[in-house]
T-cell receptor
C-alpha cells in the first residue's frame, strides 16, 4: 500500500537551531511530494512541493526540502528555527488514485 | 493565491440533530473537493471526494448516509452530518482542486464540530 512515514511525532529544537523533520514515502507513489504546516485549530498551509525538476525545493518561511529518490526521502529543513515555527507539520504525497496521502504528522516545538 | 473558506468555523449541536458545513473556493473553480476528518493530535483522514455535479465517492468505512456531501457548483461543497452523535465530534477540513491543478489541493481553515 502507498504510504508516507514521518519519523518522530515530536521534535524539539532551540531557537536558532537547525530544524530537520524527516519524511519517507513508499516508492509506489508518484514522486509528487508536499509539506504542509498546521497551526492550532487551523487548516493546512502549503510550505513547499516537489513535482518535477530541481530536487532541492525552497518554500515559504525559510523552509526547504530535498527529494532523494534513492532514499525515498523528502526531509524538511530550516537553518535557524524561530519561535513562530512551532506547529504541526505534515508530509504528503500524491497517490496514483489522485488523492493526497498524509503522514502522521510531526509536532515541532521551539525552546527559547 | 487560491483561497478556500469554510463556514462555520465552530459549531456545537445537540445529539440527534443535523449540521451542515460549507466549503467554498473563493477565487477559483473547484472541479474536485475533498472532505477530511481530523481527530486531536492525529493526521487527516480522507472521508470523501466529490466532483462537481456528480455523487461523492466515499472512502472505505465512511457512512455515506451519515455524512452527506453535495457539490452542486464549482465553488461550493457541503457536508451534512446527519443525526450527529458525540463520537462525530471532530475537526472537519475541506480542500479543493481546480481543473488545472492536478497535484495541488488548497485547504480550508477547518470546522470544529462538538456534539453534546
Amino acid at each position: 500500500a502507498q504510504s508516507v512515514t514521518q519519523l518522530g511525532s515530536h521534535v524539539s529544537v532551540s531557537e536558532g537551531a537547525l530544524v530537520l523533520l524527516r519524511c519517507n514515502y513508499s516508492s509506489s507513489v508518484p514522486p509528487y511530494l508536499f509539506w504542509y504546516v498546521q497551526y492550532p485549530n487551523q487548516g493546512l498551509q502549503l510550505l513547499l512541493k516537489y513535482t518535477t525538476g530541481a530536487t532541492l525545493v525552497k518554500g515559504i518561511n525559510g523552509f526547504e526540502a530535498e527529494f532523494k529518490k534513492s532514499e525515498t526521502s523528502f526531509h524538511l529543513t530550516k537553518p535557524s528555527a524561530h519561535m513562530s515555527d512551532a506547529a504541526e507539520y505534515f508530509c504528503a504525497a500524491y497517490s496514483s488514485a489522485s488523492k493526497i496521502i498524509f503522514g502522521s504528522g510531526t509536532r515541532l516545538s521551539i525552546r527559547p | 493565491g487560491a483561497v478556500v473558506s469554510q463556514h462555520p468555523s465552530r459549531v456545537i449541536c445537540k445529539s440527534g440533530t443535523s449540521v451542515k458545513i460549507e466549503c467554498r473556493s473563493l477565487d477559483f473553480q473547484a472541479t474536485t473537493m475533498f472532505w477530511y476528518r481530523q481527530f486531536p493530535k492525529q493526521s487527516l483522514m480522507l472521508m470523501a471526494t466529490s466532483n462537481e455535479g456528480s455523487k461523492a465517492t466515499y472512502e472505505q468505512g465512511v457512512e455515506k448516509d451519515k455524512f452527506l456531501i453535495n457539490h452542486a457548483s464549482l465553488t461550493l461543497s457541503t457536508l451534512t452530518v446527519t443525526s450527529a452523535h458525540p463520537e462525530d465530534s471532530s475537526f472537519y477540513i475541506c480542500s479543493a482542486r481546480s481543473a488545472g491543478g492536478i497535484y495541488e489541493q488548497y485547504f480550508g481553515p477547518g470546522t470544529r464540530l462538538t456534539v453534546t
